[in-house]
């Protein structure tokens, strides 16, 4: 058995599917920058449209899936181009999710549109905002990882989960302040806590890609490692 | 291009591998279970254990994604043996997702223990239990179609889905209207909120185990779809 391609078509055939994943990252971490800007500009339209994009996000993510069985049952690959198939396969699952919270961010946008901000819930929406750069940072820094299999860039999406995570505490815990303060915000800021754990999740499915990149590369399953364990790992 | 097996060996393997597939759904049907169990009985031991089988769960999903690829590789299987193998690395990805989930109530059981539970909230509690039994049937059904690979069964699934869904949206309804009632009951709201969403998501991925199911079987990747046109690709 060789690591080697029998075809420059099979070549193809992989760097046109990597080439869709990327794609199709590019597509749903717009949907998260555009989710957040409609919470933060109150934009009914804007939160429509992320809407309108999930469905094809979806499509993508079957028509990928479909195509990858395909190649798996034709080319019987092994090895490196075998993992890199399962990992295409893990990584446009979690970008389809990643396209779901987008989705669910558009969604607490229009509850909260219809029920109106308080005045003083603008200063968490600000946070969001701060958190959303965070995990969206992530987010392209994995799929940049993916498009070079770069265990490297990999592992810094990984070092960075802990900040985005720390990020939602806090927001938590200042949105219960604010509920206590004046329980007539409880509602909204529900929506808002929903939002700050959507964007929470990003960082999560970032990570999940970063963690297929080094299994790409090094052939080792490093979920659930710590990051010392995972750097000793991509060494 | 067959779809009957070149050997027994390798029946075997398909079958060994979807032992291990219903004994991990087990393992976190049981998880889920339990974390809710401490929840009600405030047991925080029962909620430690919950936490220390989390690894187990994750060795599984690791082991048994290993083994697929191991498969894969050297069977290089094609139409329905290959759905299947597909099938499983999905149904794992879930299954350990489940076995988060029922993680996060855990840990939310041990955040109550400590702040202490205001004896109000026992009603939503009670409420919570009765989602959590709705979320566990249809994990149950999801493993009994994988194990039949019984399309019936899993149409089933996703036409109770709604109903989980419903539980939670009335149950985040009463937890705002305690929230406002007495403001001192809001974190400890939050908490219950968390969990009650960590069980409708336990409702989602048996959803998604069951669209797996329909793949094997049918070749049709029914994600995305309305449970009608679910029920015309089953028939």
């Keep these: 058995m060789s690591d080697k391609h029998l075809s420059t078509q099979f070549d193809n055939e992989l760097s046109g599917i990597s080439s869709r994943v990327l794609e199709m990252g590019g597509l749903v971490e717009a949907q998260v920058a555009q989710a957040v800007q409609a919470l933060a500009a109150f934009d009914g339209e804007l939160a429509a449209q992320v809407l309108r994009e999930e469905e094809r996000v979806n499509q993508m993510e079957v028509e990928i899936d479909r195509d990858l069985s395909t190649i798996i049952a034709r080319r019987q690959p092994t090895a490196r181009d075998l993992r890199l198939l399962i990992a295409v396969s893990k990584a446009i699952a979690n970008l389809e999710r990643v396209g779901d919270e987008a989705a669910r961010i558009a969604r607490a946008v229009d509850k909260l549109i219809a029920s109106g901000l308080p005045s003083r819930l603008r200063l968490p929406v600000g946070d969001l905002r701060f958190e ?67 964007i929470e999740r990003v960082g999560d499915h970032a990570k999940n890609l970063a963690e297929a990149v080094i299994y790409v590369v090094k052939g080792t399953d490093v979920r659930h490692h710590t990051v010392q364990a995972v750097e000793d790992a991509v060494k």
């Design 132 to 198: 959303s750069e965070l995990a969206i940072a992530s987010l392209r820094r994995a799929l940049d990882a993916f498009a070079r299999l770069d265990t490297q860039q990999a592992l810094e999406v990984l070092k960075h989960d802990d900040q985005i995570d720390a990020e939602f505490d806090g927001l938590l815990r200042k949105l219960v302040t604010y509920m206590m303060e004046d329980p007539r915000t409880i509602s909204s800021s529900i929506d808002l806590v929903f939002v700050a754990k959507a």
